[in-house]
């Protein structure tokens, strides 16, 4: 089998390598680079999105004539989302990342994953840029409900699950955000300083695993600086660990707004994402003309495909041929819709599963004298909750929702009227030795 798997690769690799041959400079260069469509924030649509094409947080052209698909990507883990691109279009939301990652349940993630290339395939989008991954090492991150956990094995096996499930629907999947990309307040300026020593440790681990497992077809860097240089222009951790010591197969492209300048491209950035954003943030802000690339920029006339004249000390990196093949690799462009509401209406049974699946870690606090003192986390509906209060246990409301309690066990806790009052509508979430005093 692996001989096979063997052939396989060389045979899509040269197959690549012929097609790459054939493309024009023009038609090299627009793959590497994703324009936002028309959405609430950018009101102008990109001339190099045609009419008729789904809007979409990301569109890169591909080239027809050689058959290499069009890619539209959307956000993002927690479903597919829609901030003003397609009038009237919904789509399922998933539970939070950090609930998911509370499940422990690999197959879960999997079944979240499916459900989200579903729902991106049926509306003609290829590319999910999902896999979050970052490790919650502040609490005051504001995008920690998006991740799985601190832990870089619980994490990574989770994520590469939700990647795989997507990917099984014919939907590339990203892993992001590449790395340490661990505080959205001052995202842009962040120097996230580690120990070189460690950081094969913590998040690097999480990505090394999750990636060896799913194979995500590419990984977005992250906004943040890491030991004093942006992630998406770090050569050490793009080109020397990515790409060299891991060997990953498939392409990186930057966060949107993320790429900080056209150095990256020799750093081994392969793809500029959202450029109006980078444009925005480094330097056009009026959003009344199509925006320039930034790293793959090469002097051209206008009114070629690549947009309008731009000029800019690009020095194209040795390896460019090898990334164009790597993007000829894409998966085949999705055309097949279905009905959006009976997908909507199956994915949000799933939704709702994977949210009652989902639980909280039973924890121990401390009590008088010093004794801890157990919490026994229960869900369950409406009425059986309002009971199960009604006995008068000391507790307390869970944050993850109206369905889950927590409480307080203690010495006279009523084990026999708990157990009657357990049935199968919900379960009761706590290590083995506690919940076998209930069974």
């Not at 090394?208 to 977005?220: D, F, K, L, N, Y």
């Not at 925005?280 to 920029?297: C, K, L, M, Q, V």
């Not at 944050?399 to 009227?417: H, K, P």
């Amino acid at each position: 089998m692996a001989g096979e798997g063997g052939d396989a690769a060389s045979s899509a690799d040269a197959r690549a390598r012929a097609v790459e041959e054939q493309m024009t400079d023009d038609e090299r260069f627009s793959l590497l680079v994703s324009v936002m469509g028309v959405n609430d924030v950018v009101t102008v649509r990109d001339e190099r999105i045609p009419e008729g094409v789904p809007m979409s947080a990301g569109y890169v052209p591909g080239v027809p004539r050689l058959g290499i698909p069009r890619l539209l990507m959307s956000d993002a883990s927690l479903g597919v989302t829609n901030p003003g691109y397609r009038e009237g279009d919904t789509a399922t939301a998933l539970p939070a990342g950090i609930a998911l990652g509370a499940s422990f349940n690999p197959e879960l993630a999997r079944q979240s994953g499916g459900m989200l290339g579903r729902e991106a395939r049926t509306r003609g989008l290829n590319v999910q840029l999902a896999g979050g991954i970052n490790l919650a090492r502040d609490p005051r991150n504001g995008r920690n409900f998006e991740y799985l956990s601190e832990d870089p094995l619980l994490s990574a096996v989770m994520a590469a699950e939700s990647i795989s499930g997507i990917q099984a629907e014919g939907v590339i999947s990203t892993i992001k955000h590449y790395p340490l990309n661990c505080n959205e307040t001052n995202r842009h300026w962040l120097d996230a300083i580690i120990d070189p020593a460690a950081h094969p440790e913590s998040d690097l681990l999480a990505f090394e695993i999750a990636i060896e497992r799913a194979q995500p077809g590419s990984v977005m860097t992250g906004y943040n600086k890491i030991n004093g240089e942006y992630a998406g222009g770090n050569s050490v951790l793009i080109q020397g660990v990515l790409k060299g010591a891991w060997g990953y197969p498939g392409w990186v492209m930057s966060d949107w707004g993320g790429t900080p300048g056209w150095e990256a491209a020799l750093m081994g950035l392969d793809q500029e994402s959202g450029l109006q954003l980078d444009r925005w943030r480094f330097g056009d802000i009026s959003g009344t003309r199509p925006a320039e690339a930034i790293i793959w920029s090469v002097d051209r006339p206008a009114g070629s495909s690549g947009g309008s004249r731009v000029s800019a000390p690009v020095e194209v990196p040795e390896d460019i041929a090898e990334r164009i093949r790597t993007l000829c690799l894409a998966l085949p462009e999705v055309t097949v819709r279905v009905d959006g509401s009976l997908t909507r209406t199956r994915s949000t049974a799933q939704s709702f599963d994977i949210r009652r699946r989902s639980f909280c870690l039973l924890v121990a606090r401390e009590g008088p004298a010093g004794k801890p003192v157990p919490l026994l986390v229960l869900r369950a509906d409406p009425d059986e909750r309002d009971a199960l209060l009604s006995m008068g246990l000391p507790f307390f409301a869970s944050r993850a929702g109206r369905d889950r309690i927590v409480v307080v066990l203690t010495g006279d806790t009523d084990w026999e009227e708990i157990r009657e009052l357990v049935t199968e509508s919900y379960r009761i979430l706590a290590p083995k030795k506690l919940a076998a005093l209930l069974d």
